[in-house]
């Protein structure tokens, strides 16, 4: 049924994108019995098993991913458990940054600072952000009068440590979003060149070398710099976010989404329920409009391209990824936007819409709750995303 009202609200110039959600549903509804199978064969297998690939809908084209590009791509259960439970992942993680290494020698994207307060003397913050690995985005936060900085998930502690030593800053603290190793792999190294540095995250997901844990609502200062910590768990069980107060330099706040949260796009719910992620979405939905997102991944190409497929009369999206494409044929990155834009055009922050309850929705919930049909529809949306390929 889903489907039939999908494609009945993807009419005119959606019609492909249509007959390929059309093929993604139904694919996936096909395929439901046959992921479970194999998920309880993983689940007694032995760790060198490999998964059998989901057959995809004759709907669909596959296009083959590079491989090594992102670990946490068409992951396994298994692989899963292995990449974040044993010194494997770490292994894998050091072999994935060598080839980031040797293939991005100055990054995957070009980036710009963005200074606030610029035209006071000193000014105030200034953000840059540091491509990192094959998409990754590590942020080093500096109080440009005291001269201190902080770095959010120093994924590659060479790159950060040369954009210290350029800035000329001393680094006092490192912010974990997750304990995923492209996000916390230079914790170890970092922490020992600067032996003032404190490591911060959540004590319940296992963050390396962590010595400060953090709880919802605690805030690290340093310098001026305000960072809140707001507890965000579904893509792990103790995933954060950071939100930079934009108060004590008249700016506005940052929000530094790690894994949750992509340009028009959200995390793959590893360790928690679509009820766990959509409650940790509505905590960022309450920030203000202007509140500038700088995520943990370069996905905007491709999310913006699955938002088209899902809502593809939705003139914001065409608009930024118009921009988007532009920013990424030179290579530029495409952050930050802002929590406003991401409303207009990101479909996991717009499972309230009608639009896409609609298209997609299964309805309200057995005892009417509008937000159980809100988590369903978050859970398929984010099952969609899983199976979609972009051109």
């Known amino acids: 049924m889903a489907a039939v009202v999908a494609a009945t609200a993807l009419k005119g110039r959606g019609a492909r994108n249509a007959r390929v959600l059309r093929g993604i549903l ?38 083959p991913r590079k491989r090594g590009k992102n670990p946490m791509k068409a ?12 010194w494997l992942g770490y292994l894998f993680y050091r072999q994935q940054l060598r080839r980031a290494r040797n293939r991005y020698p100055k990054g995957h994207s070009r980036t710009q600072p963005r200074l606030f307060n610029a035209h006071l003397c000193p000014p105030g913050v200034k953000v840059l952000p540091i491509p ?3 998409d990754n985005y590590s942020y080093l936060i500096i109080d440009t009068q005291a001269r201190l900085a902080v770095v959010v998930d120093p994924s590659d502690p060479q790159a950060v440590q040369a954009s210290i030593e350029k800035e000329g800053v001393d680094l006092v603290a490192i912010l974990c979003t997750h304990k995923h190793w492209d996000h916390s792999g230079g914790n170890r190294d970092l922490s020992r060149r600067h032996q003032d540095c404190r490591v911060y995250g959540s004590p319940q997901d296992g963050i390396p070398y962590l010595t400060h844990p953090l ?3 605690d805030v690290v200062s340093v310098g001026r710099l305000q960072i809140r910590a707001l507890a965000t768990p579904g893509h792990t069980q103790g995933h954060l976010v950071y939100l930079l107060d934009g108060e004590p330099y008249k700016g506005p706040s940052c929000l530094f989404s790690g894994d949750l949260l992509f340009l028009s796009g959200c995390g793959r719910t590893f360790e928690g329920t679509a009820e766990t992620m959509l ?20 996905y905007a190409e491709e999310n913006l391209g699955f938002a088209g497929v899902v809502e593809p009369e939705n003139l914001a999206r065409e608009r930024k990824m118009q921009w988007v494409q532009r920013q990424r044929m030179e290579r530029k990155s495409t952050c930050p936007s802002t929590l406003g834009e991401e409303r207009s055009y990101n479909p996991f922050l717009r499972t309230h819409c009608l639009v896409l309850q609609e298209a997609l929705g299964p309805g309200p919930g057995p005892t009417g709750d509008d937000s159980y049909s809100r988590a369903e529809l978050l859970e398929k949306l984010r099952r969609l995303k899983d199976l979609h390929k972009s051109k």
């Open 279 to 298: 409650s940790s979405l509505d905590t960022v939905l309450g920030l203000g409009d202007d509140t500038l997102l700088w995520p943990g991944h370069e």
């Open 26 to 63: 139904s694919g996936a509804t096909a395929n439901k019995a046959s992921q479970n199978r194999t998920r309880a064969l993983q689940s007694h297998s032995s760790p060198e098993c490999k998964e059998e690939p989901e057959p995809l809908s004759p709907e669909l084209e596959y296009i």
């Open 215 to 217: 709880c919802h609502q």
């Open 75 to 86: 992951v396994g259960l298994a692989w899963y458990s292995l990449y974040t439970r044993t």
């Open 132 to 134: 990192v690995l094959s």
